[in-house]
Structures are given as structure tokens and as C-alpha cells.
């Protein structure tokens, strides 16, 4: 007979918790383009009309996995109701938000 999840997680220790839900967070928070257009039920054809482009301009951004300019990504995310965060993150465990490439900013 199958046991409650609960009464299961009962016998795991904090410590392997925590690391699961760490892990989670990680997969949950790294998307390619497609992943997080999808997650966000918009199809190809509807952020296209958001963006002003073609259906295929959008399969070409989200299969490109070369260089791609911020404005065209941050286009890309404001049409998925998002936004363009610019981090950088050091050894060290530090992280400084890039500032100068934000609209705002300036």
C-alpha cells in the first residue's frame, strides 16, 4: 500500500531536504527561452504579434544558442511579461546587477 509523501519525507534528514529543495529551485529558475515561453502557455504565433516579427524569428531566437543581443532579449522577455536582469556572479559567492545596459538606468 502507498504511503503519504509526508509520513516519507518524515525519514529523510534536513539536510538532504534542504538539498533537494535547493536543487528544485535550481532547475526551476534555469529555462532555455522555449522552456519559459512555454511555462508561460504563450505560443510562438502570439509573442511573435507582441514583438512586431514573424513566427519564425521567434523559433530562430529561441533555437539560437550563440550571441544575441539584450534589446532583442529584452523585447523577448517584456513580451512574456518579464524583464531583463543583467547579473554577475563571482567566485567569491558576490553578485553585482549590471546596471548600465537596463533602460532605466540611464
Known sequence: MAKPLSELLEKVSPEVQAQATAKAAEILTEMTLAEL??????????????L??????????ENNNSDVYLSTLRSYLKALGG????????????????????????
Open 52 to 61: 512586431n516579427v514573424s513566427q519564425p524569428n521567434v523559433a530562430k531566437q
Open 37 to 50: 515561453r512555454q511555462s508561460k502557455n504563450v505560443k510562438q504565433e502570439d509573442l511573435a504579434k507582441a
Open 83 to 106: 524583464e531583463l536582469e543583467v547579473v554577475a556572479r563571482f567566485p567569491d559567492g558576490s553578485a553585482v546587477i549590471i546596471n548600465q545596459y537596463d533602460n532605466h538606468a540611464q
